[in-house]
Structure formats: C-alpha cells, structure tokens
C-alpha cells in the first residue's frame, strides 16, 4: 500500500540555519503531497501542498518540490527562527481514492531551533 | 471562526471501561474525519464522514470502536470495551473540500491503564 517515509527527529537547529527535513513516498498513481505541522498544544495545520510532478509548495518560508523522479518531497527552509520549533509531518493523499482525501503520515519529525 | 475542537482533551481509563470523544467541526464543513496516533507512530486514518453519512471506514480497526455524526454536526467515536492498545491521541478534523486541506483539533489523549 501507499506509504510515506520521514526522516526521524528531533531535527536541532540554531536560529537562522538552514532547514531540510527528508521525505520519500511509495504510491500507486500520482498522489498529492502536503506538509502539516502540528505547533506545541495546537492541532495539526496545512503548511504546503503539491499536486503534480515539478510543482513547488512553499509558505512562511518554507518549500517543498514535488519529484517524482526521486519520489520525494523534502521540506526545506533557508533560516529557521524559533517560533519554528514544531513537528512536521509529510503527507500523501491517495490517488486512487476518488470519493476521500483520505491522508497518509509520515511518523513526523520534531524540530527544536535554539536562539 | 472557531477551530475544530475535541473534548476531553484527556482521558484515563481501564482497561474494559468505555470511553467517548467528541468532536465538534468547524460550522459548515461537511466532512469530518478521525486519525489516531499511537505511540508515536505515524497518524493513521480511521474514517471520514460527509454529513451524516460514513464516506469510509475502512481504517477501523475492529467494532470495538464505534463514530457517529448525527445530523451531520458534532461527532462522537466511541471505544467499547477500551484495551490497552487503544492508548494514543485521536484527533479529528474537518474539511470544506476535498482539497486535502484539513482543519485539525489539538487531538483527544488516551490512556487506558
């Protein structure tokens, strides 16, 4: 079946690093790919998405580029700040399920940025 | 506009008692689903409502566990009789779409000692 594979925490960073949080995925079809992050004591909320092969989400700074070459989608961010420090999880949305957007997680990956 | 919000935001049971969540969407959001995470492990899918009506259930993972959306507003899952493995945070969240944008609650923490 679909999976999503991530890169295990915690990710520990100074402010103003540079960010890269790795996901593969494994998927029949073509699926749509999503990053959400889950900020302490909060829900989990979208933080990007892409649709299609080459596409290129990116919000608050972040990007992520859909390839499906390399069937990955990894989160990147030029300069972390704290207000950063969250758990990210990568997510796919199966394809073939046209009647849900049922969604597939990774295991998420903690980030702690340090002033 | 409110989020999507859940209660309790805790629970600690035994083992055999039974247990009920609610989760209460964000107003005119149509489907309404439930994910658990367990022990740290990926958020897996449980099932997805659209109104009233159960669009899937196929993440259930036994009749232990029973959701309900009446009237297509708040809904409940409950766990019956509760084990030790259904320890983990169940969350819920709502969707106006079907863009895979999904609101979140902060999730529903499960012990069952």
């Known amino acids: 079946g679909d999976s999503v594979t991530q890169m295990e925490g915690p990710v520990t960073l100074s402010e103003e690093a540079f960010l890269t949080i790795n996901c593969t995925y494994t998927a029949t079809g073509y699926p749509s790919l999503f990053w959400y992050v889950q900020y302490p004591g909060e829900g989990l909320q979208l933080l990007l998405k892409?649709?299609?092969?080459?596409d290129k989400g990116s919000n608050k700074g972040f990007e992520a580029t859909y390839r499906k070459e390399t069937t990955s989608f990894h989160l990147e961010k030029g300069s972390v700040q704290v207000s950063d420090s969250a758990v990210y999880f990568c997510?796919?949305?199966?394809?073939?399920?046209?009647?849900?957007?049922?969604?597939?997680f990774g295991t998420g990956t903690r980030l702690q940025v340090f002033p | 506009e409110a989020g999507v919000t859940q209660f309790p935001s805790h629970s600690v049971i035994e083992k055999g008692q039974t247990v009920t969540l609610r989760c209460d969407p964000i107003?005119?959001?149509?489907?309404l689903y439930w994910y658990r995470r367990v022990m740290g492990k990926e958020i897996k899918f449980l099932l997805h409502?659209?109104?009233?009506?159960?669009?899937?259930e196929s993440g259930m993972p036994n009749n232990r566990f029973l959701a309900e959306r009446t009237g297509g507003t708040y809904s409940t899952l409950k766990v019956q009789p509760a084990e030790l493995e259904d320890s983990g945070v169940y969350f819920c969240?709502?969707?106006?779409?079907?863009?895979?944008?999904?609101?979140f609650g902060s999730g529903t923490q499960l012990s069952v000692l």
């Open positions: 409502f659209v109104k009233e009506s159960k669009q899937d």
């Open positions: 969240a709502s969707s106006q779409d079907r863009s895979g944008k999904l609101f």
């Open positions: 107003s005119g959001h149509d489907n």
């Open positions: 997510a796919l949305s199966e394809a073939r399920s046209y009647n849900t957007d049922k969604l597939i």
């Open positions: 892409a649709t299609k092969a080459d």
